[in-house]
C-alpha cells in the first residue's frame, strides 16, 4: 500500500518530530493534540528548527516550505483520521488513554488505514484488541530526537499481518530511517534491551567495586566507540525514568533480576535524577 497522508496523534517529544519527519518524506501530516498548547509548542519548535537546517545549509529553502505547506495542526482528531492511510499514535504512555484512542481511530479512519502506536513499553497487542482491525496495528518505534536517530522498531504482535508489517517497513525506509523489524513483543524491544544490558552490567562493574562510574563511562567511550557512558546516558535519560521502567518490567515479569539495581535506586531515593536535578552520578552547573 502506498501510504500518502498520515495522522500523527500526539504532539510532544516525539509526535512533533515525527509529524516533521514524515512531511519531509513527503507525507500529508496532520498532527492531532487533546492539548491547544502542546499544539502551539510543537508548531513553533518546527519551524524554528527547520529554519535552522535551512540556515545551515542542510535543508534547501524550497524543500523546508513545501514540507511545512503538507504539516498541519489540529485538536480534532476525526479531522485528521478522515482520509489518513496511516497514523502513529505518540500519546502519553497511559494504557486506558491508548486504548481510548485506538477505538476513536477504529472508527474515524478508512477500514484499510494502518494504525501503529510508538509506545516504548506497550505491545501492540496491548491496544489491537480495541479496534475492529487488530491485523492492521503494530509498533512503529521512533527514537528520541525522532528528527535525527535513524532506527525505527517495526514490532509486529501475533495477529499483525504480513502486509501491514511489509508497509510500515517500506514507509520508514521512504522516509530516510533504518527500519528493523521485531517479530515477538518481548519488554524494551531490540535497542533499549542492549542498552539495559549494558547499564546493568555498568552497575554490576561499579557497585563490586571494580572499577569507578567515570572509568567505566571512560571505556564505553574509548574502547567500544560509544559516543556516551552508560553513566553519562543514565543521567541525560532521568535516573527517575530508568528506575521507573525497571519497576515496570517488573511488575509485568515479577522477576527480581528486573528490580532497579539499588545502586541506581539509592540516587532515586535521593531525588538525584540526573541532569534535570542538576545532580545524578555526576554533578552539573544549571
Ligand atoms: N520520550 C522518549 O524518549 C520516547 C522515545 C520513544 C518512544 N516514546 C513513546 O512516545 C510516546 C509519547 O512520548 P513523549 O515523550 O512524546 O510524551 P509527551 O508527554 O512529550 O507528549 C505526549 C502528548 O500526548 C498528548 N495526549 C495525551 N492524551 C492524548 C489524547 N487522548 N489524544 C491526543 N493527544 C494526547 C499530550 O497532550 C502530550 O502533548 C509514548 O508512548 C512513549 O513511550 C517516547
Known amino acids: 500500500m502506498d501510504i500518502k497522508n498520515i495522522l500523527v496523534v500526539g504532539s510532544g517529544a516525539?509526535?512533533?518530530?515525527?509529524?516533521?519527519?514524515?512531511?519531509?518524506?513527503?507525507c500529508t501530516t496532520?498532527?492531532?493534540?487533546i492539548s491547544a498548547e502542546s499544539l502551539a509548542a510543537a508548531r513553533e519548535q518546527l519551524s524554528g528548527r527547520v529554519d535552522s537546517s535551512v540556515a545551515k545549509g542542510r535543508l534547501p529553502r524550497g524543500d523546508a516550505d513545501a514540507a511545512l505547506a503538507r504539516l498541519s495542526f489540529t485538536t480534532s482528531l476525526e479531522e485528521g483520521a478522515a482520509n489518513a492511510d496511516l497514523v502513529i499514535e505518540a500519546a502519553t504512555e497511559k494504557l486506558d488513554i491508548k486504548r481510548s484512542i485506538f477505538a476513536a481511530l477504529d472508527q474515524a479512519t478508512p477500514a484499510h488505514a494502518i494504525l501503529a502506536t510508538n509506545s516504548s513499553t506497550l505491545g501492540s497487542s496491548k491496544v489491537a484488541d480495541?479496534?475492529?482491525?487488530?491485523?492492521?496495528?503494530?509498533?512503529?518505534?521512533?527514537?528520541?530526537?525522532?528528527l535525527v536517530m535513524k532506527c525505527v522498531e517495526v514490532v509486529r504482535h501475533p495477529g499483525t499481518s504480513q502486509d501491514t508489517v511489509d508497509t510500515v517497513m517500506a514507509l520508514a525506509r521512504s522516509l530516510g530511517k533504518a527500519p528493523v523489524?521485531?517479530?515477538?513483543?518481548?519488554?524494551?524491544?531490540?535497542?533499549?534491551?542492549?542498552?539495559?544490558?549494558?547499564?546493568d552490567e555498568a552497575l554490576r562493574l561499579y557497585a563490586d567495586g571494580v572499577a569507578g562510574f567515570e572509568d567505566i563511562d571512560t571505556a564505553a567511550k574509548t574502547a567500544l566507540g560509544h559516543p556516551m557512558g552508560p553513566f553519562e546516558l543514565m543521567d541525560l535519560?532521568?535516573?527517575?525514568?530508568?528506575?521507573?521502567?525497571?519497576?515496570a518490567t517488573h511488575a509485568e515479569t515479577g522477576d527480581p533480576a528486573d528490580l532497579p539495581h539499588p545502586a541506581l535506586a539509592a540516587l532515586y531515593e535521593e531525588g538525584r535524577y540526573g541532569r534535570k536535578t542538576g545532580k545524578g552520578w555526576y554533578s552539573y552547573d544549571h
Open 237 to 247: 535519560v532521568g535516573l527517575d525514568v530508568s528506575y521507573l521502567i525497571r519497576q
Open 30 to 33: 496532520t498532527v492531532q493534540d
Open 181 to 199: 523489524l521485531i517479530n515477538k513483543e518481548v519488554p524494551g524491544f531490540v535497542a533499549n534491551r542492549l542498552m539495559g544490558a549494558i547499564r
Open 130 to 146: 480495541a479496534t475492529g482491525r487488530p491485523g492492521k496495528v503494530c509498533n512503529m518505534h521512533f527514537f528520541n530526537p525522532a
Open 14 to 26: 516525539m509526535g512533533s518530530q515525527i509529524g516533521l519527519v514524515a512531511a519531509l518524506g513527503g
